[in-house]
């Protein structure tokens, strides 16, 4: 899963401290932006009456994942990763 979800996002913070800066780019600003984009769009088409109903829960897990990630990235030495 390509994705920032919290629990599933350990193999993350490796790969863009491997990665080439270009690629680190590529994955950052394409690859996650849009399978999170594409998880919500297929969520939407197939289970509309669901999506209405989470769709408060996913703003506020996303709203808590930017705080988390803001709060804990104060504290990293190695930025790229």
């Known amino acids: 899963m390509k994705s920032t979800i919290i629990p599933l996002h350990t193999w993350l913070p490796d790969t863009h401290g491997e990665a080439h800066y270009s690629t680190c780019m590529l994955l950052a600003g394409i690859l996650l932006k849009m399978t999170a984009y594409g998880l919500v769009l297929i969520n939407m088409e197939f289970f509309p009456h669901a999506h209405s109903i ?6 506020i897990v996303g709203t808590m994942q930017i705080i988390y990630t803001a709060s804990t990235s104060s504290g990293k030495r190695y930025f790229k990763k």
């Open 54 to 59: 989470f769709s408060h829960w996913l703003i």
